[in-house]
C-alpha cells in the first residue's frame, strides 16, 4: 500500500504542476491580450467574473456529481474535455472570428469544467493516499499550485511579446492532455470504501442532503463560517496592497509585482516544509493563532498609508512590505492545512464533495462581496483605518469562537484516529 501511494503522489502532483502551470500561463496571457485590444479595464473585469462566478455558483453542484459518480472518471472526464473545448476555440479564433466575447465564452466554459475537476480532485484526496499521508498530499498539491502562480505570469509575459495569443490556447490545450493521461494511471479509489447504493436518492435530494448534513453537524458548520468570514474581511488586502503601493506610496509597478510574488513564494516554502513534516498535531493552536497572527499582519499593512510615516523611503517600505506578505502567506498555510485535513478526516467520503464544495462556494462566494465593498470604501476612508477596522473583526471573530467553544473542543479532542462524523440526513 505504501508503494501505491508513492506512486500515486509520483503521478499526481506532475499531473497537477503541469494542468495549473499551463491554465496560469493561459490565463495571464489571456488578460493581457484583452487589455491590449480593448484598452478597458471593464472587460478585463468581466474576464475575470467569467472565471469566478461559474465556480461559485456550480461548486455545490460539482460537490454532488463528485459524490455520486466515479471521482476518478469525472477527473479524467474534465481534463479531456477543457483540451477539446481549448481546440474548438482555438479553431474558431484562428478560421472564423477574433472577437472577445468568444474568448469570454472560452473562460467561462474552463472554469465550468475546472469547477467539477477540482472538487472532484479535492474530495478524493483522502481516498488517494490515505490519512496518514493526507497533509503530505494536501502540501505537495498547494506547493505545485503556488509554483504555478509564480511561473505563470513570469512565463506568461516573457512570451507574450513574441507568441500570438493562438499559441498560449495550444500550450493550455497540450498541459490539459498530458494531466488526463497521468489521471488514466492514479489510482483515487486506494483507500475508499464500497460504495452503499441501497440509500441511492435523486440528485437534488442528494444536493439537499449536503446542506442539511453541515447544518446538523456543528463542528464542520462553524469551521466552514468561520473561513468564509475570514475570507470575506482578507478580501480588503488585495486592493489595499496595489493602491498603498501605486497610489499612497507612488512606488514603480514592477515593485508591487515582487510584493505580489512573495505571497506565492511564501506559500511555496510553508507547503514545502509541512510535506516533509508530521501531521500538526495541536490544530487548536495552528488555526486560533494563525488567524489571530494574520489580524495584526491586516493592521500592520495599513501603516505605509499613515501620513505620519509619508517621509519614509520607499526602499524600506518596499522591504516591509515584501516582510509583511512572506509573514501572511506563511501563517495561511499554516491555518488552511489543518482545516483541510480536519474536513478531510471528519467527512463520511460518500458526503465529502458536497462538504468541501460547500466550503468552496461560501469562501468564494463571499470574496467578491468583499472586494466590491472595500473598492468603494477605500474611496471614502482612510486605508489604514479600514485596514484595522478589518483586523479587529477577525480578532473578535476569533475572540468569539473561542469564547462560545463552537468548535474549539473538537480541535482540542481531535484524534487523527477518529472515526469520521456520522452522516445524518434529517433536517
Known amino acids: 500500500m505504501e508503494q501505491a501511494v508513492k506512486r500515486n503522489l509520483f503521478l499526481f502532483v506532475p499531473a497537477k504542476l503541469i494542468a495549473i502551470l499551463g491554465s496560469s500561463i493561459y490565463s495571464f496571457a489571456i488578460g493581457l491580450y484583452i487589455l491590449n485590444q480593448t484598452g478597458s479595464s471593464l472587460n478585463f473585469a468581466i474576464t475575470l467574473l467569467m472565471g469566478s462566478v461559474p465556480r461559485i455558483v456550480l461548486s455545490p453542484l460539482a460537490g454532488t456529481v463528485a459524490d455520486r459518480f466515479d471521482r476518478k472518471k469525472i477527473i479524467i472526464v474534465m481534463d479531456f474535455a477543457c483540451a477539446i473545448w481549448l481546440g474548438f476555440i482555438l479553431f474558431l479564433f484562428t478560421t472564423v472570428t477574433q472577437e472577445i466575447w468568444l474568448l469570454y465564452a472560452a473562460t467561462a466554459v474552463l472554469t465550468t469544467f475546472n469547477t467539477f475537476y477540482s472538487t472532484a480532485v479535492t474530495s478524493t484526496v483522502y481516498n488517494m493516499v490515505g490519512p496518514d499521508h493526507l497533509q503530505r498530499a494536501m502540501s505537495l498539491n498547494q506547493s505545485a499550485a503556488s509554483l504555478s502562480n509564480i511561473l505563470g505570469p513570469m512565463l506568461g509575459g516573457a512570451l507574450f511579446g513574441f507568441m500570438p ?14 494531466s488526463g493521461v497521468f489521471s488514466l494511471f492514479i489510482r483515487y479509489n486506494l483507500y475508499a470504501g464500497q460504495k452503499d447504493d441501497s440509500e441511492s436518492t435523486g440528485f437534488f435530494e ?20 468561520f473561513a468564509i468570514w475570514l475570507n470575506f474581511w482578507y478580501a480588503a488586502a488585495p486592493i489595499a496592497l496595489p493602491y498603498i503601493v501605486l497610489i499612497v506610496r507612488k512606488m514603480p509597478a514592477y515593485q508591487l509585482g515582487v510584493i505580489e510574488g512573495a505571497f506565492s513564494i511564501g506559500t511555496l516554502l510553508i507547503a514545502l516544509i509541512l510535506s516533509v513534516r508530521p501531521e ?22 495599513g501603516f505605509p498609508s499613515l501620513p505620519a510615516v509619508a517621509g519614509i523611503p520607499n526602499s524600506l517600505i518596499f522591504v516591509y512590505l515584501i516582510v509583511l506578505v512572506l509573514i501572511n502567506s506563511s501563517l495561511g498555510m499554516v491555518v488552511n492545512m489543518p482545516i483541510f485535513v480536519l474536513l478531510q478526516k471528519k467527512t463520511p467520503d460518500k458526503l465529502r464533495g458536497r462538504v468541501m464544495a460547500l466550503l468552496e462556494a461560501g469562501a468564494s462566494g463571499m470574496v467578491p462581496i468583499g472586494l466590491i465593498l472595500f473598492g468603494v470604501l477605500f474611496e471614502k476612508m482612510p486605508v489604514w483605518f479600514i485596514l484595522a477596522v478589518c483586523g479587529f473583526c477577525v480578532l473578535t471573530l476569533v475572540t468569539y469562537h473561542v469564547l462560545k467553544k463552537t468548535f474549539t473542543h473538537h480541535l482540542q479532542e481531535e484524534n487523527e484516529d477518529a472515526p469520521p462524523l456520522p452522516a445524518r440526513t434529517g433536517a
Open 165 to 178: 495569443i493562438s499559441s498560449f490556447m495550444a500550450i493550455n490545450i497540450v498541459a490539459f492532455t498530458i
Open 280 to 301: 500538526i498535531k495541536n490544530k487548536e493552536r495552528a488555526i486560533l493563532g494563525g488567524v489571530t497572527g494574520m489580524s495584526v499582519i491586516l493592521i500592520l499593512l
Open 206 to 225: 442528494d444536493l439537499k442532503q449536503g446542506f442539511v448534513y453541515v447544518k446538523n453537524e456543528t463542528f464542520i458548520k462553524h469551521l466552514i463560517l
